[in-house]
């Protein structure tokens, strides 16, 4: 059965320097993976996705996450946190094929101190 | 134009009530679906529609019925609430039933039974 892990659940940073929110998974073959953000009493917003191709994923408001097969990880990263990037991040992992539901990670809390 | 409403933002009854949250989506999508945000911010699959087919339900207690008018509309009805169903429960939609589509949340309801 496909599962996803966020093995930290706060992650605190100083503005200005680079963040990584971790994620690793569990499923069979080759998963899609997603990250979404969630900010306060809202819902959740797309950043971006692994489908296939280059392991190397960019999205949006300058977050990148890197795709691993041999560690099955997909972090997330930011050369450089902003105070806005504080919010609630969610790792999610689906099976290839057709009608299978996505499974979301426990989310981590990201602060940005200034 | 808020791509996925909901309706009402806020709902706050007594034991025993039957309610039901709206949720549409104007982004032309064919698959739409109900999540349930437990206090723990932990999210789970409720529902998922496709052209108002039922494909996936989860291990969902049948006082929740979903109902799809039409593909832009997914409907949550609950019969007799109890104090465990307080939550935040958010409709999201996608192109389809493939796997490597991205979500797109509403805003979330938040229902408080007393």
């Known amino acids: 059965a496909q599962s996803v892990a966020q093995p930290e659940d706060q992650v605190n940073v100083a503005e200005g320097n680079p963040l990584t929110v971790k994620c690793t998974y569990s499923v069979s073959g080759n998963p899609y993976l997603f990250w979404y953000v969630q900010y306060p009493n809202r819902g959740l917003q797309f950043l971006l996705k692994y489908i296939t191709g280059d392991n190397l994923v960019k999205g949006s408001y300058g977050f990148e996450a890197e795709f691993n097969k041999s560690q099955t990880s997909f972090h997330l990263k930011k050369p450089s946190a902003l105070v806005s990037d504080s919010a609630l991040y969610f790792c999610a992992v689906r099976d290839r094929g057709y009608n299978n539901d996505m499974r979301f990670g426990a989310g981590t809390r990201l602060t940005v101190k200034p | 134009d808020t791509a996925v409403s909901q309706t009402p933002k806020y709902l706050v009854t007594q034991m025993g009530n039957d309610k039901s949250i709206k949720c549409e989506q104007n982004l032309g999508h064919d698959t739409m679906y109900w999540y349930k945000q437990d206090s723990k911010k932990f999210l789970k699959i409720m529902f998922s529609y496709n052209n108002k087919e039922l494909i996936i339900n989860e291990t969902v207690p049948n006082r929740f019925s979903p109902k799809s008018p039409d593909k832009a509309h997914l409907n949550l009805h609950i019969n007799s609430l109890e104090l465990g169903d307080s939550a935040v429960y958010f409709c999201?939609?996608?192109?389809?039933?493939?796997?490597?589509?991205?979500?797109?949340f509403g805003p979330g309801t938040r229902l408080t039974v007393t």
């Open positions: 999201a939609s996608s192109i389809g039933l493939a796997g490597n589509y991205e979500q797109y």
